[in-house]
């Protein structure tokens, strides 16, 4: 047994953080990875056995890298985790707040407070976003969009409601070859077209020759980078050099909640802190489409050069402006 998996077995007898974390993503369809992951830490504080607050933050922080340390791509889930034990920290230096009665079970219960208010306002940030990102879907707009971004649908869907059932625009939906992926955007293109909103289908291999119909695209993001590019699914960073190149030039807006903007700067495709095998050199095998399936879950990075704007639950911001937002978010 590490020291690591000693000091968390102390703390909390019997807790798994990761068996909690699937089990939040497997109850709640909606819930992204982030909110799920602080909540499976809130749990964790909830049971808690730590009698100190240096012991509780301990916890916490080797928990969350054993949560990281368990999935193949963590940058969204970081972003949440790290913001929240930072919003946990900042809530101990407020004046009296780290010294509540002086008895440690009222600073534990003022944690505990404050971390359901962050998965509150975590939870609540689509909402706001949708409500901020319907004002940029006008009438005869045609939308480009990729993935299965929850936000993005929210966005799309509350678009439609505010059309009084007359919806005026469309979109072009690209749906990848891969399983999980294409399961995902399924779900949103059929809620969309429940609500009137005429959605055609494309492969990624479309993108260019559809882009002509094209009057915005709008995405979504695993991760906002500190020199305001992205990290998203696979496919995303093709998509914004296409609506660059072709003339006129397509807007191209990223949606994303504040608690996905990540302490990153990436310079390239090659700089993300995972490990991905999308090119993958072989000399022998011939199960080419097999091998496409084991990238379901890449991801690309998009250089804020080719992005319009970041639509957040805090104002639209442009790529220039996520440092800035960043420092208010962290300090």
């Given at each position: ?12 007898p019997h807790f798994d ?162 399983t999980t992926a294409a ?51 696979l496919g995303t960073y ?94």
């Amino acid at each position: 047994m590490t020291q690591t998996e000693s000091t968390r077995g102390d703390a909390v007898p019997h807790f798994d953080i990761v068996g909690t974390y699937n089990r939040l993503l497997q109850e709640d369809a909606d819930i992204t990875m982030p909110v799920a992951a602080i909540e499976a830490l809130v749990e964790l504080l909830a049971q808690s056995q730590a009698s100190t607050v240096a012991e509780t933050l301990t916890l916490l922080n080797e928990s969350t890298e054993h949560l990281k340390a368990s999935i193949p791509n963590p940058i969204s889930l970081s972003a949440g985790t790290d913001l929240f034990q930072r919003y946990l920290i900042s809530t101990l230096q407020r004046p009296g707040s780290s010294d509540p009665g002086g008895d440690f079970r009222n600073i534990k219960a003022h944690l505990l407070s404050n971390g359901k208010v962050f998965v509150s306002r975590a939870k609540a940030s689509r909402e706001k976003i949708a409500e901020v990102g319907k004002l940029f879907v006008r009438d005869e707009e045609t939308i480009l969009t990729n993935g299965g971004s929850r936000v993005v649908g929210a966005l799309l869907m509350r678009a439609a409601e505010a059309s009084a059932g007359s919806v005026r625009f469309k979109v072009i939906y690209v749906l990848p070859s891969t399983t999980t992926a294409a399961t995902e955007g399924d779900a949103i293109v059929s809620l969309l077209r429940e609500k009137g909103v005429p959605v055609a289908v494309i492969s990624e291999s479309a993108v260019a020759y559809s882009l002509r119909k094209v009057t915005m695209v709008i995405v979504g993001a695993e991760g906002v980078v500190e020199n305001g590019g992205i990290i998203s699914r696979l496919g995303t960073y093709q998509m914004a050099m296409l609506a660059k190149a072709v003339k006129p030039r397509k807007p191209f807006f990223v949606v994303a909640e504040s608690h996905k903007f990540v302490r990153l700067f990436p310079l390239g495709q090659f700089d993300l802190p995972i490990e991905q095998k999308v090119i993958d050199f072989k000399t022998a095998g011939t199960e080419g489409k097999k091998e496409l399936e084991k990238v379901e879950a890449a991801v690309d990075f998009t250089p804020p050069e080719l992005i319009s704007a970041l639509i957040t639950e805090n104002g639209v911001l442009t790529p220039s402006a996520v440092s800035e937002e960043l420092i208010k978010i962290w300090y």
